[in-house]
């Protein structure tokens, strides 16, 4: 076994070396920014437009300096490695005042024999930090994208093997920082290294399932035996020296919703001919098999997750890297909103190509808890270099981030890049040097990689991608994924969501503002005004508040004050990704999956997440709970209201045809039922169905004519509640308008409340309302809590209770006394 100096916990500090007498205290692992802020010398980079005055920072180089002491022990070790998980990014490296190695790629990790620089006691390490900006400005010049999508600055950021969202995005600020960001340690050994584990499963038709392993030793050796033991939840289920076994009663795992996700823990142990220790890797594997599913159908050809052989339709959302300066980030961090996912009732997480390759508690938590991970390689929709040392920096970055993760449980795909054809089509079809470097990187590199250090797990070259270099929404109704943005971008109606018929949508979304809680987090006293500077900075996409205003204009009535208009934002967020996600759903088995755009964010902003960054869920996060449920009752009104010339209001409402989707693994039987009312609470039509409900059915159960009680009552004053009921339980219900709520008198009322403390972080509250309330919201002021359910409809004199749950313990008396709760109604 080596012997491991962790040089993480050694005593570091860092200047600026502009001002080389000033030296600060530093964290490892860690980043400028935090310690600049920590040290006070900056002030909080998130708050107020605090982000325009340190973009000084990138331009300086840093350095990091620390000393440690060897032991004579120590150097009597053959082999001493600096071992370095990631250098962030543009780094020379020197021991002892002898260079190592110099490094420029952050995602790249480093392993150099540094022995002879070592003397027993005190050594000195050193790591500069070349500002990435004179890199770019001095590497690669010959080479600028044709389009430039994030970078403020010129576009330069593609030519640096560099998280590209450093340099800003249209949800995230530009901090291009730099530091040791991963582990940093010396390992001394004697012997060889077991350097790692291939693991490969075989499952058979009988259900056997077989593990095959191939360790690789860091040099060549004739006799190495190796132990190996295989165990579930502490009791062992193989001990064997073999390399090559049968797992007795194998348990599956499956994606949330689906099963269960049993975890084996597998170690193994590596002996020289002398009986020597080479070393020990443990890896927790799942037994599944996954399947990215190509195959002609009758719409073209399918674009679907088999997952142990049985359709998955998925549903999910887009990550970003969860803090700007992602060496905050922790299992706890990352547990936030990974748990958030799954109680939304998602199977599915896309790791987006312009953050990060995430650290092993992401992927721990997403092997425990379910969550399919679609892994995009870190390229993101600008067009990168292709030259023989950015190609060699690729293909090692690669090759090592493939053997890190190929093992995973919850790794579906690995995916080339991000809408890399998609915004650049034009340029790759007349250029031909701009394709020749591309393919090279996503048709060769990238799949020979995934192929050699994976084996198993499904490649797909680029998101959006359809086979060939083409464009158009058409191509994405019969094969591959595609990225919908005519809502939002091009500001389509939302009901355009439904215009298409694709078979996997990997992106679409809506943007809304984060919370008044969240906002007071970075705005100072007297300026949240949303056109105001600091709202202004935290607000990324150029168009994005006249979009906002456009889309919330066109569903709800003038807001009485910001707050409101801040809660119509997300109340319009919700509706139209309910639209798109329950179109996708409806469409199953031709549309095999619905990821929107997106979970989480960088920092607290104005954007298109369903989680706001100090984690407080947004209506659009509730509504996902209830439009993701496995249970689905969904309507779909063929017609629309638009304006004619004079802007007089028409209508082509008439139909509502009520479906039922189903992807629960387990056959059930349901009841649909649908009443629909006038505002003044009277039931002019209403009716029930049984219904059978069967893993991967979307079934349209009834059609309704509404043209005679339209009619009769105007459709301005109905409104149609559909339900299913499961085995005797609410499954699923909503509410269906035939026309923009703006144009609905909605009563309001005064709700009755009441609240039982179950333990000091857990409450139910029952609410109840004489009349109809749309997207009934509760809070308790400032605290964070979590809910069964939020922003609800409801229906007049029925009670409802929902399960709360909260960060901090509290009483029943904190609790009342901070309770508010609005409806629709209450915005004008």
């Not at 370095?84 to 110099?102: E, M, P, R, S, Y």
């Not at 040791?180 to 010396?186: S, T």
């Not at 990352?334 to 790791?351: E, G, K």
């Not at 997440?609 to 496995?630: C, Q």
Request: proline letters at 5%; aromatic letters at 12%; glycine letters at 6%.
């Amino acid at each position: 076994m080596p012997t491991i100096l962790d040089l993480a916990a050694a005593r570091w500090r860092f200047r600026d070396t502009s001002a080389p007498k000033t030296w600060l205290p530093a964290t490892v692992p860690g980043c400028v920014h935090t310690d600049l802020i920590a040290a006070g010398k900056i002030p909080d980079p998130f708050y107020g437009t605090n982000e325009l005055d340190l973009q000084w920072i990138e331009n300086r180089d840093w350095e990091y300096q620390t000393t440690f002491t060897v032991t004579a022990a120590l150097l009597r070790e053959d082999i001493v490695e600096l071992c370095a998980d990631g250098l962030d990014t543009v780094a020379t490296v020197t021991l002892n005042g002898k260079k190592i190695a110099t490094t420029d790629n952050m995602f790249v990790a480093h392993r150099w024999n540094v022995k002879k620089h070592l003397h027993a006691g005190r050594n000195e390490l050193v790591v500069h930090f070349r500002s990435a900006m004179d890199y770019i400005a001095k590497t690669r010049t010959d080479f600028t994208p044709p389009n430039n999508f994030n970078d403020a600055k010129g576009g330069g950021c593609v030519r640096i093997r560099k998280e590209q969202c450093q340099f800003g995005w249209d949800w995230g600020p530009r901090f291009v920082t730099a530091g040791i960001w991963r582990g940093l340690r010396l390992e001394a050994r004697t012997t060889n290294r077991l350097a790692h584990v291939h693991v490969a499963q075989t499952h058979h038709q009988n259900g056997d399932v077989s593990l095959s392993l191939s360790p690789e030793l860091q040099s060549p050796a004739q006799r190495v035996t190796y132990w190996v033991t295989l165990s579930l939840g502490g009791r062992g289920v193989v001990t064997t020296s073999e390399l090559g076994f049968e797992v007795p009663s194998p348990q599956l795992w499956w994606p949330a919703g689906q099963g269960e996700q049993p975890l084996y823990d597998l170690v193994v142990t590596a002996r020289d001919a002398q009986g020597r220790d080479l070393g020990t890797i443990t890896k927790r594997i799942g037994l599944r098999t996954i399947v990215l599913d190509c195959s002609p159908d009758q719409w073209g050809e399918s674009f679907r997750f088999l997952v142990n052989g049985r359709p998955v339709f998925i549903k999910g959302a887009n990550w970003i890297p969860a803090d700007s300066f992602a060496t905050r980030l922790d299992r706890a961090a990352y547990a936030r909103d990974l748990n958030a996912a799954v109680l939304a009732n998602m199977n599915c997480i896309r790791v987006w190509g312009g953050g990060i390759y995430e650290s092993e508690d992401f992927y721990d938590l997403c092997d425990e808890l379910g969550l399919l991970v679609w892994q995009d390689f870190m390229f993101a929709c600008n067009l990168y270099p292709s030259d023989k040392a950015f190609l060699a920096s690729v293909k090692t970055e690669a090759e090592q981030q493939v053997a890190r993760l190929h093992h995973r449980a919850c790794l579906a795909l690995w995916c080339g890049n991000n809408e890399l054809v998609q915004l650049n089509l034009g340029h790759l079809l007349d250029q031909p040097e701009f394709k020749a470097g591309y393919l090279a990187i996503f048709h060769e590199l990238l799949p020979a990689a995934v192929a050699a250090f994976d084996g198993a797990t499904p490649y797909w070259p680029s998101s959006e991608w359809r086979g060939n270099f083409i464009g158009g929404h058409e191509h994405g109704e019969i094969r591959g994924d595609t990225h919908f943005w005519d809502v939002w971008h091009v500001r389509k109606p939302v009901k355009d969501y439904e215009k298409w018929s694709f078979r996997f949508c990997s992106e679409f979304g809506m943007q809304s503002y984060s919370s008044p809680q969240t906002n007071a987090t970075f705005c100072p006293p007297g300026d949240d005004n949303v056109f105001g500077p600091s709202m202004e900075n935290h607000q990324k996409n150029r168009a994005g508040n006249q979009i906002i205003l456009d889309y919330v204009s066109r569903r709800y009535r003038f807001p009485k004050d910001q707050d409101s208009l801040v809660w119509l934002s997300q109340l319009n967020q919700a509706y139209c990704m309910q639209v798109g996600v329950e179109h996708y759903r409806r469409l199953m088995p031709r549309c095999m999956g619905a990821i929107y755009w997106q979970l989480n964010d960088c920092w607290p902003v104005a954007s298109w997440s369903s989680i706001e960054y100090t984690g407080r869920w947004k209506a659009l996060h509730y509504a996902a709970r209830r439009f993701n449920a496995p249970a689905l009752v969904s309507a779909h009104v063929p017609g629309d209201e638009t304006a004619t010339v004079g802007n007089y209001r028409a209508t082509t409402v008439r139909e509502v045809h009520l479906f039922t989707v189903y992807d629960a693994p387990k056959p059930a039987k349901g009841l649909l039922r649908w009443d629909l009312f006038t505002l003044a609470g009277d039931i002019v039509l209403a009716g029930k169905k049984n219904v059978a409900l069967r893993h991967g059915e979307s079934i349209r159960q009834k059609t309704l004519d509404l043209a005679k009680p339209m009619a009769a009552h105007g459709r301005d004053n109905l409104y149609l509640r559909i339900a299913l009921d499961v085995d005797g339980a609410l499954a699923s219900e909503q509410t269906v308008f035939l026309s923009p709520p703006r144009f609905l008198d909605l009563p309001k009322a005064r709700t009755k409340t009441a609240l039982r403390l179950l333990t000091p972080t857990q409450a139910l509250i029952t609410v109840e309302s004489p009349v109809f309330q749309h997207a009934f919201t509760f809070e308790f002021g400032d605290a964070f809590f979590t809910a069964t359910d939020n922003g609800f409809d409801l229906y007049p004199n029925e009670k409802k209770e929902v399960l709360i749950t909260l960060a901090e313990p509290t009483t029943k008396a904190r609790l009342a006394a901070a309770l508010t709760h609005r409806s629709l109604a209450d915005t004008y």
